[in-house]
């Protein structure tokens, strides 16, 4: 009797989804609007909206862990957590060492912002990158002195103390940045574009859950649902699927 009482409620558990396999998303929590820290202390941003969603779709319950942008690959691979939603741009550099979903933000442009009025020179002067980015990866290769910090935010410090006379960040990232400056920062030089678009970066064992996620990125891109939060986060002139 005990057995088939036990068997009822594993099938009543397993129906109503109380054994949904628990994935741990990794992001930074420093990279508004992608994702970042809100006032009241909790994980915010595009991309947490976005992986709330990929994990209601794909019958996955979501745990958030935070991880400093520099070693946020190495801790992947050593289980910390399962996957990274972090404004992490596919590139074949990385992709040596993880895997990637389907694209769940297009490829989009770097931009420069320098002080207003400094005259900076991007090609020859100080410009600032967040370290491990492909922004510093760019930088370390051209003829400007590369000056690297461990976050998004110290960046464009720099550029306001002097530190740097220019800031390589994506455009996503650095449009509100200058438009609530007042004026203070400016967009300088043209935009370039490095690496692909957005993606989870993923261990390349775990091809069962990379399947899942890809199929709750093309069911969020397929209902519009996907653009729509895009254009929440980003603005309605942000690229879009």
């Not at 550099?93 to 005259?119: C, H, M, N, V, W």
């Not at 650095?174 to 970066?201: C, H, K, M, R, T």
């Amino acid at each position: 009797m005990k057995k088939l009482i036990m068997t009822a409620v594993l099938a009543v558990f397993t129906a109503t989804g109380a054994f949904a396999e628990t994935v741990r998303l990794g992001t930074e929590g420093a990279y508004e609007p992608w994702n970042f820290v809100n006032d009241a202390g909790e994980l915010d941003g595009f991309e947490i909206e976005l992986g709330n969603e990929l994990c209601k779709r794909a019958s996955l319950t979501c745990e958030w862990v935070k991880n400093d942008w520099d070693s946020i690959i190495p801790n992947l691979k050593s289980g910390n957590y399962d996957a990274i939603i972090a404004g992490m741009s596919v590139t074949e550099e990385r992709q040596k060492a993880i895997d990637f979903t389907e694209e769940y933000y297009p490829a989009d442009p770097s931009s420069y912002a320098a002080l207003a009025g400094a005259d900076a020179s991007v090609s020859s002067g100080v410009v600032a990158a967040q370290t491990a980015t492909i922004h510093a990866g760019y930088l370390a290769g051209s003829s400007a002195t590369l000056v690297e910090f461990a976050s998004a935010e110290e960046t464009i410090a720099a550029v306001r103390n002097g530190e740097a006379d220019a800031v390589l960040a994506d455009s996503g990232y650095l449009a509100p940045i200058v438009a609530e400056s007042n004026g203070a920062l400016v967009f300088v030089g043209d935009q370039i574009q490095i690496g692909g678009g957005v993606a989870l970066g993923m261990r390349k064992s775990d091809g069962a859950l990379r399947a899942k996620l890809n199929a709750a990125i093309e069911s969020v891109k397929s209902d519009g649902s996907l653009n729509k939060m895009i254009a929440k986060w980003f603005g309605a002139d942000a690229p879009q699927f």
